[in-house]
Each structure stands twice: as C-alpha cells, then as structure tokens.
C-alpha cells in the first residue's frame, strides 16, 4: 500500500505551478479590468487544482495498466511502480475531476456564466481521454496542443471571463504566454521520455520530433512569453518588469541546450514550472497596477 509521501508524489506536485500561474495572471489581468472578485478567483483556482492533480492521476493509471512507466526515468509513479493498486489511482484520478467538476459548477451558478459549463466538460473529458480511452490523444502527439489550450488559454481567460464577463487583449497575451511556459513543461517531460515512450508505442509530439527537434521546441516556447511582454510592454509600461524572469531560465536552458538526458532533465520541469510562476506573479501584479 502506498504511503502519504508517495500519494504526495504521485499527485505530481511539481506540476502544481501550471494549474496556479494561469490563475495568478488571470487575477491580474481581472484587476485591471475593475472586475476581481476574491472568492471567484479562489474558486477559480481550486478548479485549476483539482483538474491538475485529477488529469495527474489519470495519465499515472491509464500508462500504468499499459506498461508505459515500467522503465521511466522520473518521479515515482503508483501503478506503474506497484505501490498502489490501479483502481486506488483510478478512482483518487475519478474523485479530483469530480470535486473539479463540482467547484466549476459552483462557480457557473454563483456568477451565472453558464456556457463555461461547456468549456468545464471539455477540460474535464481532455484531462481523461489525454492518456486513458481506447485512442487517448497523448499517444498520438497532441498532448503539447491540450496543455496550451487547458493550462493556457482555458485558465487565464476563464479567470478573467467568470470575474469581468469580457477578455482583454492583454488577458489574451497573458493566456499565450501562460500556454507556451506550461507546454514548455510538458515538452521537457516528454524529453526526458522519448526512449521509453517510442519503445511503448507513445508517439509524442517529443517522439516524432525526435532529440535535437524536442529541444529547439523548447527553446521557442520559452521565447515566446518574454517577446509578449516586450510587445505588451508598449502599451502598458510595467507589464516590462516580468522581463526580469528570464534569469531564472539560466539553468533549465543550459541543460537542454548542453544535451541533458534523462535524469539530468528532470530538474528542468521543476525549474520552468517556478519560471512561469513567478512570471505569472509579477505580471499579474504589473497588468494589476498598470
């Protein structure tokens, strides 16, 4: 039977910064609209929360039933490593996307937004069908395009939209730049897993670019914000100070750009992850103040 501290690490909190980043800038851009509501926003971010750690579970039971994580190289794994049966993980993965179906709902009533029901049920069905079903898309290479969409464009502007009824532009630069750290997360995972995924029949997007095509996917995902601050820094001259964030890619960019293999990139998830966070943090505060 698994333990507290491997429940813990099966819920994969390293991830944790891709379902808060998005709401953190989400808030910011909402302030700047007049429109931030504290218990919309809280609301807003247990959902994130609860989808996160239920789609975490979901991929850490579909890939174990079908072997993927026998040989990985990462974080312990539950079903894969044996420390908790299947349907324990199944039904911890069932229980998360519920109360995030529950919480979303909630929120929908309280706020009266009610066609974000729609956009909740489809969040709710990728976070299951990404790596479970009979064809789950994960295998086929569209899981980088289902983290930009959920993660990216889902969050941020779901924050704003419940709160202030309309987006903004600088909440739509927000949400790609939020997209691109977040799938610059799951394409380091995916690096570190090529060898096993290809050996197990999961073509991800990291598989059929290969190594040096992964790593250059990499390189532009984490450009991509920081050329949006630039760009929405015309406008709005705080929104620049995030800038300063890209020091923090130091490490993590010297890892995929030196050729690091397995182990060696498992600190580059974590270390993207506390990137966009604390882009997330200080441009939500610049959009908020500006």
Same mark, same amino acid.
């Given at each position: 039977?698994?333990?507290?501290?491997?429940?813990? *690490?099966?819920?994969?909190?390293?991830?944790?910064?891709?379902?808060?980043? @998005?709401?953190?800038?989400?808030?910011? /851009?909402?302030?700047?609209?007049?429109?931030?509501?504290?218990?919309?926003?809280?609301?807003?971010?247990?959902? /994130? $929360?609860?989808?996160?750690?239920?789609?975490? !579970?979901?991929?850490?039971?579909?890939?174990?039933?079908?072997?993927? %994580? *026998?040989?990985?190289?990462?974080?312990?794994?539950?079903?894969?490593?044996?420390? /908790?049966?299947?349907?324990?993980?199944?039904?911890?993965?069932?229980?998360?996307?519920?109360?995030?179906?529950? $919480?979303? #709902?909630?929120?929908?009533?309280?706020?009266?937004?009610?066609?974000?029901?729609?956009?909740?049920?489809?969040?709710?069905?990728?976070?299951?069908?990404?790596?479970?079903?009979?064809?789950?898309?994960?295998?086929?290479?569209? &899981?980088?395009?289902?983290? !930009?969409?959920?993660f990216?464009?889902?969050?941020?502007? &779901?924050?704003?939209?419940?709160?202030?009824?309309?987006?903004?532009?600088?909440a739509?630069?927000?949400?790609?730049?939020?997209?691109?750290?977040?799938?610059?997360?799951l394409?380091?995972?995916?690096?570190? %897993?090529?060898?096993?995924?290809?050996?197990?029949?999961?073509?991800?997007l990291?598989?059929?670019?290969? %190594?040096?095509?992964t790593?250059?996917?990499?390189?532009? #995902?984490?450009?991509?914000?920081?050329?949006?601050?630039?760009?929405?820094?015309?406008?709005?001259?705080?929104?620049?100070? @995030?800038?300063?964030?890209?020091?923090? #890619?130091?490490?993590?960019?010297?890892a995929?750009?030196?050729?690091?293999?397995?182990?060696?990139?498992?600190?580059?998830?974590? %270390?993207?992850?506390?990137?966009?966070?604390?882009?997330?943090?200080?441009? &939500?505060?610049?959009?908020?103040?500006?």
């Amino acid at each position: 039977m698994a333990t507290v501290a491997e429940w813990i *690490e099966g819920a994969r909190p390293r991830t944790l910064p891709n379902a808060v980043a @998005p709401v953190v800038a989400g808030v910011g /851009a909402t302030i700047q609209l007049s429109a931030f509501t504290w218990w919309q926003s809280l609301l807003a971010l247990l959902v /994130a $929360l609860s989808l996160i750690v239920g789609v975490n !579970f979901a991929n850490d039971y579909s890939d174990g039933i079908r072997g993927t %994580d *026998e040989k990985r190289v990462g974080p312990l794994r539950l079903v894969g490593s044996g420390a /908790a049966a299947p349907r324990l993980v199944l039904t911890a993965a069932f229980g998360c996307l519920g109360l995030a179906g529950v $919480l979303g #709902l909630a929120l929908v009533i309280a706020t009266g937004r009610w066609w974000l029901l729609v956009m909740g049920a489809v969040c709710i069905l990728g976070a299951w069908f990404y790596t479970g079903g009979k064809k789950p898309y994960g295998y086929a290479g569209l &899981g980088e395009i289902a983290v !930009f969409v959920f993660f990216g464009l889902a969050a941020v502007l &779901g924050t704003v939209y419940v709160q202030a009824g309309r987006i903004s532009w600088a909440a739509l630069t927000a949400a790609v730049a939020v997209g691109c750290f977040s799938t610059a997360v799951l394409t380091a995972n995916n690096l570190r %897993d090529i060898p096993t995924d290809r050996d197990h029949g999961k073509n991800t997007l990291a598989v059929r670019l290969g %190594d040096t095509g992964t790593r250059r996917l990499y390189l532009a #995902l984490v450009t991509v914000p920081y050329v949006l601050t630039i760009v929405l820094g015309i406008f709005h001259p705080l929104v620049l100070i @995030p800038l300063v964030t890209a020091v923090m #890619l130091r490490t993590p960019l010297k890892a995929i750009t030196s050729g690091a293999t397995g182990p060696g990139l498992i600190p580059v998830l974590r %270390d993207t992850g506390l990137v966009m966070l604390a882009w997330s943090v200080v441009g &939500g505060i610049a959009l908020a103040l500006s």
